[in-house]
Every structure is written in C-alpha cells, then in structure tokens.
C-alpha cells in the first residue's frame, strides 16, 4: 500500500496538485515508518521523496526541515559535517 500511495503522489506531483502529492507521500512515511521502522531505506526513501516536492514548489525551509530529519536518523550531525565542509 506505501508504494502505492508513494506512486500516486509521484503522480499528483506531476500534475502540480501539491496538497495531495504532500498527503500521499506523509501517509506512504507514516506506513513504512510503521512497517520498517524510521531509519529503513524505504522510509527514508519516502522522506526524500517528500523534500523533493516541497523543493519543486519553491517550500525550501521545509525540504531543508526533511532532509536535516532524514540526516538525523541517519546518525549524521548535520551542524558538525556542515562546519568542517
């Protein structure tokens, strides 16, 4: 079901509808969050997913907010790997 909701949002993207796009993936995390866990390649997938429609429609703050959540369960301190680059 995650990868269909995941798909559909692709899809709603696609067309421009952004409000939908952004409840299918949020729904698609939550499921595989659910299923997998937070840090599981599929969930993160998802979560990239969603940074990348919210950098499509000019939301950078919250695609920056997605990414720095991504990073963090990732186990990357983002304010130590951004000091030393």
């Given at each position: 079901l995650?990868t269909?909701?995941n798909?559909?949002?692709f899809f709603?993207?696609?067309?421009?509808?952004?409000?939908?796009?952004?409840?299918?993936?949020?729904?698609a995390?939550?499921?595989?969050?659910?299923?997998f866990?937070p840090?599981?390649p599929?969930t993160?997938a998802a979560?990239?997913?969603?940074?990348?429609?919210?950098?499509?429609?000019?939301?950078?703050a919250?695609?920056?907010?997605?990414?720095?959540?991504?990073?963090?369960?990732?186990g990357?301190?983002v304010d130590?790997?951004?000091?030393s680059?």
């Open positions: 995650a269909a909701l798909n559909a949002a709603a993207k696609q067309d421009g509808d952004e409000l939908r796009a952004r409840a299918l993936y949020t729904e995390i939550t499921l595989r969050e659910m299923a866990g840090k599981h599929q993160i979560m990239h997913n969603l940074a990348e429609l919210h950098h499509a429609f000019s939301r950078d919250e695609a920056e907010a997605v990414r720095h959540d991504i990073l963090d369960r990732l990357v301190d130590s790997a951004l000091a680059a």
